[in-house]
């Protein structure tokens, strides 16, 4: 009952790994949560680490969401029943210290913060989403507002580090141009490795008015040389729908913040192969979104990308998923695949996979897609 792999995170070089324990037991503190760190040396790994909230809460859930460095030296973990977030670092071999804990300026019980999160490359800014949070604004300032006035609304809170002073200070709250109820922005979070681009999921915001409600949004925000945060851009599928999940679940950047990988693991669309967004429907098929960045700035597309086998209904294609650091690698999870065909296939053409898929016979088997 631990859910050992909730969250999962790599860097060293793929040498050191976190894994959240969200639901662990910490004595008599139910679902306290824990995260333990492994170290690969010579091929071989081994646990090095088994840490715990500074301040274990029943139904905390720390390690529901963790991240690491690109050197693996610095580690996030979000505690999100307590509404905060902790910074480790590693100090020689093996030794973790707890560097700091971080809550929003304004955060109040219930607002999600340390849901979702993310720490740059550099280890040196981190991203706090706080999808419940509830202040009407749409102004992006270095502190939070204290009225509320909504209802889930949600926010990104921004932290960075002083190496001088070994010490993280909230930089910038960052809030929807179009912020409105049951928006729930900050539900998921990305950076990239400079810190200097975030994009923040908004899963409830509505499509900008077309009717879609709950179909979803991702704003793109970026920081210059000042540290002055802007929004950059509102991205949305190609044709919003409601309920498809845009979002909800998970966001990518490649390192350098010019590509963008979206799920949307409900969406309904039979198309298959890349861009098909037809009338005909399929129970909850999924389908991935990609986004990209020019030199000047413009964000374009989406390129959405569904599974070969979209007449399948229940796929949940897009539930997880990977991108490389190039953005030019993706895997796609779909937990619902049926199919009772093993082995990997389909390496050639699409018609074979197609082919292939069509079977059924292992009801939620899985399976993992590659482009």
């Not at 923040?200 to 499509?207: I, N, Y």
């Not at 861009?275 to 129970?283: I, L, N, S």
Request: glycine content about 14%; charged content about 15%.
């Amino acid at each position: 009952g631990a859910r050992f792999g909730s969250s999962v995170a790599l860097g060293n070089g793929g040498d050191t790994l976190a894994v959240g324990a969200s639901h662990a037991t910490d004595g008599t503190t139910t679902w306290a949560g824990a995260v333990y760190l492994f170290n690969r040396s010579n091929g071989v790994w081994s646990q090095k680490r088994k840490l715990a909230s500074p301040s274990p809460a029943s139904s905390g859930y720390f390690g529901s969401v963790v991240d690491l460095s690109d050197t693996g030296t610095t580690l996030a973990v979000g505690e999100e029943g307590a509404d905060s977030a902790h910074l480790y670092a590693l100090d020689g071999t093996d030794t973790w210290g707890l560097q700091q804990s971080v809550q929003g300026n304004n955060t109040d019980t219930g607002d999600n913060f340390g849901s979702a999160l993310a720490l740059s490359g550099d280890g040196l800014t981190l991203a706090v989403g706080a999808s419940g949070e509830d202040e009407a604004s749409t102004v992006i300032a270095s502190v939070g507002g204290i009225t509320n006035g909504g209802t889930n609304v949600g926010a990104v809170y921004v932290f960075t580090f002083d190496s001088a002073g070994a010490s993280w200070s909230q930089q910038m709250y960052l809030k929807a141009p179009n912020a409105e109820d049951s928006d729930a922005m900050g539900v998921s979070v990305a950076l990239s490795d400079d810190g200097n681009t975030l994009v923040a999921g908004a899963s409830g915001e509505d499509g900008d008015g077309n009717g879609a409600t709950g179909a979803g949004t991702v704003y793109a925000f970026t920081r210059d040389a000042g540290g002055l945060w802007t929004h950059q851009a509102t991205l949305r599928a190609s044709v919003p729908k409601s309920d498809d999940a845009f979002a909800r679940e998970s966001l990518a950047l490649s390192s350098d913040g010019n590509r963008l990988a979206v799920s949307a693991h409900f969406d309904d669309s039979a198309a298959t192969g890349l861009d098909g967004q037809p009338a005909t429907t399929t129970t909850d098929v999924g389908a991935v979104h990609l986004f990209s960045r020019d030199g000047g700035g413009a964000w374009s597309g989406p390129v959405t990308v569904k599974p070969t086998n979209s007449a399948l209904s229940n796929l949940y294609f897009g539930v997880g998923f990977a991108f490389s650091n190039d953005g030019r690698t993706l895997a796609v999870g779909a937990d619902g695949e049926s199919s009772s065909t093993q082995d990997v296939i389909c390496a050639t053409a699409e018609s074979a996979c197609t082919d292939a898929q069509a079977n059924s016979g292992a009801v939620d088997a899985g399976a993992l897609y590659l482009y």
